[in-house]
């Protein structure tokens, strides 16, 4: 039989076939042999042991139109990036940082600022005009609005989205939201230090739709940019491209070249870049510089 993983845990992987059934399976021993490792999102093939309880073994998992590895799924078709504007505060680098990543697998990214209720001195406009230049959607509300909500569930019907963001942002607020079956734990806010508490535990796949899934996945505080060169971050920063040309020198890198010379760093000063974006593109690219000296 096929079916959809939608589940991994404690070396137990929960497939949903066609027929909205669920079957609770073991993979054979030739996955570890050839080290591949089974992920939420995988279209897999597996043979019933039980019908009546459910149990089957996976045998072989088709091939990935992609992978990433933080959220660990596959055969996803765009992600939605959860960020509370506030309570906890925005980290508008650490927002960034997986722009990078997203764009780097080739993935369109869909931006949800949340917590509209607690916009105040015009930061939740102030984040549009900034991420609307990235050349992704940009979505502001409340999970708490039903208009909100349908926005939200007509941008993914007909995809599989996984949804990411720093814990506290509302995610599994937004996943109990979409499926009314579905009812995930939602964390308090610490008091003390404003940080979400982490309550979702595992990456689970979850139908809103009949062609439609979400994947709800655990939060994270940080996010270290690999696999690209230092020279070639400022091609994910779409903002950049308008300037770029007119750069005096081939390959600059927009970082130690004068005012003069680069014109990124002069639409920097005039405001015509913003200012948070290009220090997320710098303390991004003197990391990757340090890993290749090293």
Do not use: W
Not at 116 to 144: H, Q
Not at 239 to 252: I, W
Request: aromatic content about 10%; hydrophobic content about 35%; glycine content about 8%.
């Amino acid at each position: 039989m096929t079916g959809k993983i939608i589940k991994a845990i404690s070396g137990f992987y929960y497939i949903h076939t066609a027929e909205d059934r669920i079957y609770s399976c073991r993979a054979v021993g030739i996955f570890r042999k050839l080290g591949i490792k089974p992920l939420v999102g995988d279209d897999a093939e597996f043979e019933v042991l039980d019908a009546n309880t459910g149990e089957g073994s996976l045998t072989q998992i088709q091939q990935r139109r992609n992978v990433l590895i933080r959220p660990a799924v596959a055969n996803i078709d765009q992600a939605m990036v959860v960020f509370a504007i506030r309570e906890p505060d925005i980290n508008l680098n650490l927002l960034d940082r997986f722009l990078v990543y997203m764009g780097m697998q080739d993935i369109p990214v869909i931006i949800y600022f949340n917590k509209a209720d607690l916009n105040r001195d015009g930061l939740m406009e102030r984040l549009t005009c900034i991420y609307e230049n990235t050349g992704c959607r940009v979505i502001c509300g409340s999970t708490s609005s039903d208009e909100t909500v349908s926005e939200i569930r007509e941008a993914m019907r007909g995809k599989t989205t996984v949804l990411a963001g720093p814990s506290g942002a509302g995610k599994s607020s937004l996943t109990n939201r979409l499926n009314d079956g579905v009812c995930m734990e939602v964390g308090e806010l610490s008091a003390r230090i404003k940080r979400g508490r982490q309550t979702t535990r595992h990456t689970e796949l979850f139908t809103i739709d009949p062609d439609s899934y979400v994947l709800d996945t655990p939060g994270f505080t940080s996010l270290f940019v690999t696999g690209v060169e230092a020279g070639e971050l400022g091609y994910y920063y779409p903002e950049f491209g308008r300037y770029t040309d007119s750069c005096r020198y081939t390959g600059c890198s927009h970082i130690y070249e004068a005012e003069g010379i680069c014109a990124v760093r002069r639409a920097v000063a005039s405001g015509d870049i913003p200012a948070e974006r290009y220090e997320s593109y710098r303390q991004i690219y003197e990391e990757l510089k340090d890993k290749e000296y090293r």
